[in-house]
């Protein structure tokens, strides 16, 4: 416990009248309901449905995590768009194409179309989205489609083989499925077209693939999805209602799938952002990491903080080993 508190930290201690860090931590432990209960507020959680209590009576590991609560995860992801929306969300650096950058407002503009999109093609609250591409902004838009939706997201990164993909989504069970033509690495080009034509072929439940044109071999299904209509307002899902599912690497049998729920993740990484890591509207957070990694899921989270994020996709010593301490640098403001 030696490491100095931020500052985010420093303010909920003294909201309760704290002058040690330490008296802050045991509070935190000994008494959960009030702790948690205290954080949400803190951290400004968007309750739709206030819960009934932090945790639930029963012991773990089948306890409830804030029940009765109801939010959403997007509408805390999105929330700076209608505060400062010309400042930069999202800037996407990859080695297949141009670099991008994303407003607030245009990051919200495209995913209330691409929600839009995903409900024309029938996709609500009891629907499975899953993703076979790369750490771009198309990935990005499309899970926060989702979880506005209410749908549950899993993605695996296009560098999977179809067999590997396969014994994770096969089990996930989805009824869409986003993926990509191919990608560079470096300077070679992988095409994924046979890929995601064999994984397909062997997910029954999908009922509507989306190619997204990324190494310009196949076919642009992505711009039919976020077309014209819009879907402004998030949906509000209950305290056990899942957001993505994540898998174990599969190194004894099947990868395990893990289930999160909306409400959990979005107060947990809240904590993780804003009092583990005092990220704050001010900061850029860049952590490299492909689709198929709980680290994606981390980074896009620091949105519910009010950070912008840097997207990388491709081969990090491609030219040589300065290539993301160079991405650092030129996003750094």
């Not at 209330?112 to 499975?128: E, Q, Y």
Request: charged share 20%; net charge negative; with cysteine.
């Amino acid at each position: 416990m030696s490491r100095q508190p931020t500052s985010a930290i420093v303010r909920l201690a003294r909201r309760q009248g704290f002058e040690q860090f330490a008296d802050l931590h045991a509070w935190s432990t000994e008494d959960l309901n009030r702790f948690w209960a205290d954080a949400t507020e803190f951290l400004g959680v968007r309750w739709h449905g206030y819960p009934t209590a932090a945790l639930g009576d029963v012991a773990m590991p089948s306890s409830a995590w804030f029940p009765g609560g109801t939010l959403n995860y997007a509408e805390h992801a999105l929330a700076r768009a209608a505060d400062t929306p010309n400042d930069i969300a999202v800037i996407e650096h990859s080695q297949t194409r141009s670099p991008r950058r994303l407003t607030w407002a245009q990051l919200a503009d495209q995913v209330a179309r691409c929600a839009a999109g995903l409900r024309a093609v029938g996709v609500t609250a009891d629907d499975r989205i899953a993703c076979y591409a790369p750490n771009i902004v198309e990935t990005l838009v499309t899970f926060l489609a989702s979880a506005s939706l209410g749908a549950v997201w899993s993605s695996c990164a296009p560098e999977f083989g179809p067999n590997a993909v396969v014994d994770r989504f096969a089990q996930f069970e989805p009824t869409v499925f986003l993926h990509v033509d191919g990608y560079r690495y470096g300077a070679k080009e992988v095409d994924r077209r046979g890929e995601s034509a064999d994984i397909l072929s062997r997910l029954p439940t999908v009922r509507r693939s989306v190619a997204v044109q990324y190494l310009g071999t196949g076919p642009d299904e992505w711009s039919a999805l976020v077309g014209e209509e819009r879907i402004d307002g998030f949906v509000p899902v209950a305290y056990d209602h899942p957001i993505y599912v994540l898998y174990s690497s599969g190194t004894t049998g099947l990868p395990k799938p893990i289930v999160h729920s909306h409400v959990g993740i979005t107060v947990e990484h809240l904590v993780c952002h804003v009092l583990h890591s005092d990220h704050t509207p001010s900061d850029r957070l860049f952590w490299f990491t492909t689709t198929g990694w709980m680290m994606w899921n981390f980074l896009v989270s620091a949105l519910l903080a009010g950070s912008s994020i840097v997207l990388f996709d491709g081969d990090p010593a491609s030219p040589d080993l300065n290539t993301l301490w160079d991405v650092a640098e030129r996003t750094d403001r």
